[in-house]
């Protein structure tokens, strides 16, 4: 069993810059791959990046050269670092634990509670 809580969300403005933190229990998942997806009013939700036990990521085309993903194998915790923020990123933003950054996204293995990022235009 994996859990994840999320901190760092908040209003901002376009331009502005957000850090989220995700902190994972048990040493195991240094293993595994670690992500954030988001979902916006009235959308599915949405891949955003991934970055694997060795520190390999993968990221969503709309967010390439603003967000960074990085993790902290001794404390198990996951950062998005959120720059040059658009309204159009507006969305609860979910924490999450795959087996790999490919497959994170279809088998995921837990999630955490979410936490909301609102950018006003």
């Known amino acids: 069993q994996v859990r994840l809580v999320e901190s760092g969300g908040g209003l901002v403005q376009t331009g502005d810059s957000l850090r989220l933190s995700c902190a994972a229990s048990?040493?195991?998942?240094?293993?595994?791959?670690m992500g954030w997806f988001r979902q916006a009013p009235g959308k599915e939700r949405e891949f955003v990046a991934a970055i694997s036990w060795r520190g390999n990521t993968v990221y969503e085309d709309s967010v390439k050269g603003r967000f960074t993903i990085s993790r902290d194998h001794v404390k198990n915790t996951v950062t998005l670092q959120m720059n040059s923020l658009k309204p159009e990123d507006t969305a609860v933003y979910y924490c999450a634990v795959g087996n790999d950054v490919a497959t994170i996204r279809s088998n995921t293995r837990g999630w955490g509670q979410g936490t909301q990022v609102t950018v006003s235009p």
């Open positions: 048990g040493r195991t998942l240094s293993a595994y791959a």
